[in-house]
């Protein structure tokens, strides 16, 4: 498979969308890939506006970064569908209720407002191939489906289950397709392997780190837009700390358009950006709970560095209490598979960038 590299900031980027509206009329699906908060799902935000604003259709977006278990996936998709049916007409609720063998969907009513809710419960013995065609093939009923879009396909780790994914997706969805991929071991794999979605001459393509200064320009657009300043020494701050990530940086710089101030200087956006971290700290400690002391040592120690180098070497066991070298080129293998580190020119990164910056304190 061939792939377009596309750099893509917080701007619009008309060429992009025009790359996928081609890609989609000459293929009939696409792939995204690129690195983690390099701006692929405002990307598709943008080419649906673009491309099906005012128009009756049916856009179905599947959003797979939850999923941890095979169950997952299915709730995954079955919560999608849900916001395309008529939850106000009981017949048609039950009719979803009744349209698949392991889900059991309960529908539920609030006793004072009558408004329906939707609880999944997957049975032990599910056969995962006839509720992912059960499940695809509702989906390709809905009425002017025009284009349906997968995120982190990445997040199916189990090639008997991708393979079914796949067989169902493509036998009973007949609109156009984006698939989104993010970077790691498991896009890696099927790079190289040619696998699915890498199976095919679908167009792909590549969205790369955007330009430093095209983000500084855009900073200052849009603070301009809230009527608001921010000194330049904060903007270079802002896509410091973001690293150019535009998922993070964006969020630093909504909260600095939220806040009160009308001059932003570095003071006040090092408190904003704290805030950012705080607000986050909850979720980034189930990491603890979820890798062995090693593994989170490690992850602390990448951190910590902003870019480290010879992890397995003695000075970088020692400072970060890691045992031994055998003992860190496991927890490093470990932290690869789950797709929280990565390498480039000689050093190591995290992927989550706000993780990053958190564990750099704590």
């Not at 849900?82 to 698949?100: R, Y």
């Not at 200064?213 to 200052?220: D, G, R, T, V």
Request: overall charge neutral; aromatic content about 8%.
């Amino acid at each position: 498979m061939q792939e377009t590299t596309t750099a893509h900031g917080l701007i619009p980027r008309p060429d992009l969308v025009d790359s996928i509206r081609k890609g989609l009329q000459t293929a009939g699906q696409i792939v995204m890939s690129g690195q983690r908060g390099m701006g692929k799902t405002h990307l598709l935000r943008e080419f649906v506006s673009e491309a099906y604003t005012g128009k009756a259709i049916t856009v179905l977006h599947i959003d797979l970064t939850d999923v941890v278990h095979e169950s997952d996936l299915l709730i995954a998709i079955a919560g999608e569908c849900i916001k395309h049916v008529d939850t106000g007409q009981v017949k048609v609720m039950k009719e979803f209720a009744n349209a698949f063998t392991y889900l059991r969907p309960v529908v539920r009513y609030d006793g004072f407002s009558q408004a329906p809710t939707v609880d999944f419960s997957i049975d032990d013995d599910v056969r995962y191939e006839v509720a992912l065609d059960q499940l695809f093939g509702y989906a390709g009923r809905l009425p002017n489906l025009k284009l349906l879009t997968v995120e982190h396909l990445e997040r199916i780790y189990d090639d008997g289950i991708r393979s079914a994914f796949k067989e169902a997706l493509l036998r009973n969805i007949k609109c156009k397709i984006i698939l989104a991929i993010n970077d790691g071991s498991q896009r890696d794999r099927l790079l190289k392997e040619k696998s699915w979605p890498f199976d095919m001459q679908t167009p792909c393509i590549r969205i790369e780190e955007p330009d430093e200064h095209m983000l500084l320009k855009e900073i200052q657009r849009q603070m301009s837009g809230a009527r608001k300043k921010i000194d330049q020494a904060a903007s270079e701050r802002l896509v410091e700390w973001s690293r150019a990530e535009v998922d993070a940086l964006g969020q630093g710089l909504c909260r600095i358009i939220e806040c009160p101030r009308k001059q932003i200087d570095e003071w006040t956006l090092e408190t904003e950006l704290k805030q950012i971290l705080q607000e986050r700290a909850p979720f980034f400690r189930t990491y603890r709970d979820l890798l062995t002391r090693n593994q989170w040592l490690l992850l602390r120690g990448i951190a910590r560095e902003r870019g480290a180098v010879k992890v397995m070497g003695s000075a970088f066991v020692r400072k970060y209490a890691l045992g031994t070298p055998s003992s860190v080129q496991t927890a490093l293998a470990a932290l690869q598979e789950k797709d929280l580190v990565y390498e480039t020119g000689g050093r190591w990164w995290l992927y989550d960038t706000l993780l990053s910056r958190w564990l750099e304190q704590h």
